[in-house]
């Protein structure tokens, strides 16, 4: 079965393939002819997630899935939320980061939160999935791995950050991973039922 992942994020494009397998063919925008940027202005992690899948469904009529993820701290009343990627200003994850600990600093409530909501568009009927991990924000970046707020999130349970944790641990874990394993079992479903 093909299927469209509507991103441009090579990160996540990585992460997806390797949890798919070879039972369905992973296309990414470019794939299917799409060069537009992908509307995003809902305001919601869910509602930024369906948009983007209803875009790629209506204008290409591909089957495909989209996610939108985001960090919610508690203490920042679930900043920076659907803005995570956008919340110094840029994409530029250093800034984000640094803003994230700025604005934190003397916080003693540290919980945060990663979640993703997956959409799936298949022939035109739409179904959501749901993923989250817990966690705190640690004071200063550690680890050079993944991407995005990695280095200062440590998941609850866990001695180290995302960023110190190797690709196959973290996804183990993942709250995208946890989303998609939803999706996966679903598609599963559909596929072999």
Known sequence: MEL???????????????????????KTLKDIGCLDELPETTGTIPGNS?????????????SCFADDSGLEVESLNGEPGVDSAFYSGSRNA??????????????SNRKARFITVFTLVLHGVEHQFEGTIEGQIVEEPRGTGGFGYDPVFQPDGYDRTFAQMSLEEKNAISHRSRALAKMIDYLKDQVFS
């Open 4 to 26: 469209c992942f509507a991103t441009n994020n090579q990160h996540k494009l990585d992460e997806v393939s390797s949890k798919l397998g070879d039972t369905f063919q992973l």
């Open 50 to 62: 369906r948009q983007k899948a209803d875009y790629v469904w209506t204008h290409f009529g591909v």
């Open 94 to 107: 250093e800034n984000n980061i640094e803003k994230l600990l700025t604005n934190l600093a003397g916080q």
